[in-house]
């Protein structure tokens, strides 16, 4: 497909994933981005360095994907829409209902705008939460639905609705299921982060790294860039509709990941095992990696970044003070 001259929405486009995303897409000869943004997760210095660009501009009469009307108004004279507006996984645990207006009732209206405004294509961020605990390793876009919490729940439901939308209406949507992305512009401060800033925020306060568990848990790492350059590629490909792992298909333990952060950061520091609560070991995913194939094979996507490399990144991108402090 070819996108040279058109106008792209990115909705939730100055968070983590959002913004890298914003970069991957000025690359393009494009006409025109606009980031919609409420700021609740995203940050305006995230995309500070896009909107020295003419052509990408911050929609400033709000951003929220719950504001039916406000949202109408940003995609008039669109051509296609990214969805990345969402709660996380542990703001949906403690605040359903919310993830509920916002994830489910907001993905709605995102999908019956789209059909309003004759959206050419929409590429939709789902998770691999879908997926649950691995029935099989690695989980292909086939692995049924054993997500137990919230968030999954979430994320099946606008799967759903996709399919749905594009079945009555035509509307072309991909939806991405991400593994666990990480790199430069992720909260690393935030009670909601992910596994990688808190054990380099342990070790940057040279205190032990800490693992639940015994660490045998394995996960698909990838990196951000990585993750930006398949939504291009989605948006590019000639797939009208479908979902995909976004991945690496690599499993890494959290011991072994533990154990490379320490290497890159020269730390001799040991790791302090804890045992799970009870209330984690019920609803945490033990083992989640994800087959790279379909994805490589219909809309030409393959990582770039090993873990390894991904980790020097991030680290140099801490190591540059670049880091937002919290208040």
């Not at 509920?100 to 999908?111: C, D, P, Q, R, Y």
């Not at 019956?112 to 605990?133: F, H, P, Q, R, W």
């Not at 333990?253 to 095992?273: A, E, G, H, P």
Request: with cysteine; charged share 25%.
């Amino acid at each position: 497909m070819n996108i040279t001259g058109s106008r792209i929405l990115i909705l939730g486009g100055a968070g983590f994933i959002g913004s890298h995303l914003t970069r991957a897409l000025l690359k393009e000869d494009v006409a025109k981005i606009t980031v919609y943004d409420n700021l609740t997760r995203g940050k305006m210095d995230n995309i500070r360095d896009c909107l020295g660009d003419k052509r990408c501009e911050f929609f400033s009469a709000g951003g929220d994907i719950r504001d039916i009307d406000v949202l109408n108004d940003a995609m008039k004279g669109v051509d296609y829409v990214f969805h990345l507006a969402a709660m996380w996984l542990l703001h949906c645990k403690d605040y359903p209902r919310t993830a509920f207006e916002v994830n489910i009732a907001g993905t709605f209206n995102v999908l019956e705008t789209c059909v309003k405004n004759k959206i050419k294509k929409l590429i939709y961020s789902s998770s691999a939460s879908v997926y649950g605990d691995a029935v099989e390793v690695p989980m292909t876009e086939a692995h049924p639905f054993n997500n137990k919490n919230f968030y999954g729940a979430t994320k099946i439901s606008g799967e759903a609705m996709c399919t749905a939308f594009n079945d009555r209406f035509g509307l072309p949507v991909i939806g991405l299921r991400y593994m666990n992305v990480y790199g430069p512009g992720q909260d690393q401060h935030a009670a909601y982060s992910g596994v990688i800033p808190i054990m380099l925020n342990k070790i940057d306060a040279n205190e032990p790294p800490v693992i639940n568990g015994d660490g045998s848990q394995a996960y698909d790492f990838i990196y951000v860039d990585d993750v930006a350059t398949c939504n291009v590629q989605a948006l590019k490909s000639d797939i009208g509709f479908g979902y995909y792992n976004v991945g690496t298909g690599v499993q890494t333990s959290v011991r072994k990941l533990c154990d490379t952060i320490l290497t890159l950061k020269n730390s001799k520091l040991k790791v302090t095992y804890k045992p799970y609560s009870a209330d984690d070991a019920r609803a945490l995913v033990q083992n989640r990696i994800g087959s790279p194939v379909k994805a490589r094979d219909e809309i030409g996507f393959q990582y770039s970044y090993s873990l390894e490399d991904g980790l020097k990144k991030l680290i140099r991108w801490r190591d540059r003070d670049t880091i937002i402090q919290p208040a």
